[in-house]
């Protein structure tokens, strides 16, 4: 597969940003820790579901300190429905322990605090920064590997060099592209049936097949 030009990026990236300048998370929210907590449980779930989940969950433990003292069985069965829900139930809870012991109840917006939380990894960390604060960060979830290698935009065959390639091809408005990959992804370069004939980046695509990450 032929990695895409110098200038194909250029036209991809101008691309995606009149597309999607204004794109945001599909997951609904009222604050830094609703965020956090719809992005941890999105983990292997769709944001359909985790939206289906929340407004009863938020009822239940509005903040840190209600979550940090929440029954972990109880828990459990407001968040059921939600793939791996044992494990993260557990990882609310102790990471709003973290929060409440550590930083004062304030969820931190720095990525190296983040990933002290349980539950929170870098792509978790990178995805709250970049749409509660519009980080120039990548993420990269299963929708923006595949279109990355569709596009000819990475040849990585892992999430962590993929995000090193797109950082280096793209350099700013990163927040902006990866809202845009991944609504890319879900709708219009999907992992089967690609609607190719919708797409408005077609001209650039160097594979019909996809890819799956590792």
């Given at each position: 597969m032929k990695l895409s030009t110098k200038n194909e990026i250029k036209e991809i990236k101008e691309l995606f940003i009149s597309r999607y300048k204004d794109a945001k998370?599909?997951?609904?929210?009222?604050?830094?820790?609703?965020?956090?907590?719809?992005?941890?449980?999105?983990?292997?779930?769709?944001?359909?579901?985790?939206?289906?989940?929340?407004?009863e969950l938020f009822l239940a433990y509005p903040d840190t300190a209600a979550m940090a003292k929440a029954n972990l069985e109880s828990l459990k069965m407001l968040i059921q429905s939600c793939s791996f829900f044992n494990n993260k139930a557990s990882n609310l809870i102790k990471m709003a322990k973290s929060v409440e012991e550590n930083f004062g109840g304030e969820i931190p917006l720095d990525e190296l605090k983040l990933v002290t939380l349980a539950g929170v990894g870098q792509k978790t960390a990178h995805v709250v920064m970049i749409e509660y604060s519009g980080a120039n960060l990548m993420a990269v979830d299963t929708h923006v590997f595949r279109t990355s290698h569709r596009l000819?935009?990475?040849?990585?065959?892992?999430?962590?060099?993929?995000?090193?390639?797109?950082?280096?091809?793209?350099?700013?408005?990163?927040d902006i592209l990866h809202q845009a990959m991944v609504l890319f992804g879900r709708y219009i370069c999907t992992a089967k049936n690609p609607k190719c004939d919708e797409c408005f980046l077609s001209e650039y695509c160097k594979s019909k097949q996809g890819f799956k990450a590792s």
């Open positions: 998370t599909e997951l609904k929210y009222k604050n830094v820790y609703e965020l956090l907590v719809s992005v941890m449980l999105s983990a292997q779930c769709t944001d359909k579901r985790v939206n289906i989940i929340t407004p000819g935009l990475s040849k990585a065959k892992n999430v962590q060099i993929t995000e090193l390639d797109l950082i280096k091809a793209f350099t700013d408005n990163l």
